[in-house]
Nanobody, 124 residues
Framework: QVQLVESGGGLVQAGGSLTLSCAAS????????MGWFRQAPGKEREFVAV????????AYADSVKGRFTISRDSTKKAVSLQMNSLAPEDAAVYYC?????????????????WGQGTQVTVSS
């Protein structure tokens, strides 16, 4: 049974930082690209960042480029999202996801497994 469990969400002031983590189990971690998506109330779930199976390639949404950094640790079967310079518009539920479809997939339909999400709230 595949499980993706996110942690690290919380409340932060605008301009602050948070690091999200996702622990994976039940899958061959090195076979999967790992992505982060987010969904704000009343909005579609949107792509944030992805890292390929080896960690050599990453892709980011334009809205987070230069502020967020995705990384993975294959020995721990974990992926992280370092978020800096947070703004109120970054507030959302953040989801970790695993994809077997392509090197750095950015569409949510390319992801097979999803976590339950972790809430990020940014106060202005």
């Amino acid at each position: 049974q595949v499980q993706l469990v996110e942690s690290g969400g919380g409340l932060v002031q605008a301009g602050g930082s948070l690091t999200l983590s996702c622990a994976a189990s039940g899958l061959t971690f090195s076979n999967y690209a790992m992505g982060w998506f987010r969904q704000a109330p009343g909005k579609e779930r949107e792509f944030v960042a992805v890292i390929n199976w080896s960690g050599a390639s990453q892709a980011y949404a334009d809205s987070v480029k230069g502020r967020f950094t995705i990384s993975r640790d294959s020995t721990k079967k974990a992926v992280s999202l370092q978020m800096n310079s947070l703004a109120p518009e970054d507030a959302a539920v953040y989801y970790c996801a695993a994809s077997y479809d392509g090197a750095t997939p950015i569409s949510k339909v390319q992801y097979r497994y999803w976590g339950q999400g972790t809430q990020v709230t940014v106060s202005s």
